[in-house]
């Protein structure tokens, strides 16, 4: 059974950091693409960033270029999104997702096999 669990959510203050990782289970992690996806309260899940399988392609929304980066450890089926410079409007639940058949552009559009429960980021000023 495949699982993916985020960790690293919580509180922090306007221009403070996070780092959240999402540990995957039941896969052969490195034929996926990843990626971290949010939603805020009252709107959309939205494309934060992707990878792709071997980290030579990354991807990320506007709205985070510059402040966050995705990673990944294939070794611990592991992928990670440091948060820097946080704002208010980065308070959201944060989605890890995994796709085996689309690479990190596809992914882009939450194309995804898999999903984990998310994690909760809030910022506060």
């Known amino acids: 059974q495949v699982q993916l669990v985020e960790s690293g959510g919580g509180a922090v203050q306007v221009g403070g950091s996070l780092r959240l990782s999402c540990a995957a289970s039941?896969?052969?992690?490195?034929?996926?693409?990843m990626g971290w996806f949010r939603q805020a309260p009252g709107k959309a899940r939205e494309f934060v960033a992707t990878?792709?399988?071997?980290?030579?392609?990354?991807y990320y929304s506007d709205s985070v270029k510059g402040r966050f980066t995705i990673s990944r450890d294939n070794a611990k089926s592991t992928v990670y999104l440091q948060m820097n410079i946080l704002k208010p409007e980065d308070t959201a639940v944060y989605y890890c997702?995994?796709?085996?058949?689309?690479?990190?552009?596809?992914?882009?559009?939450?194309?995804?096999?898999?999903w984990g429960r998310g994690t909760l980021v809030t910022v506060s000023s």
């Open positions: 997702a995994a796709s085996l058949t689309r690479g990190a552009a596809e992914l882009k559009r939450a194309a995804a096999e898999y």
């Open positions: 039941g896969l052969t992690f490195s034929n996926y693409a």
């Open positions: 990878i792709s399988r071997s980290s030579g392609t990354i």
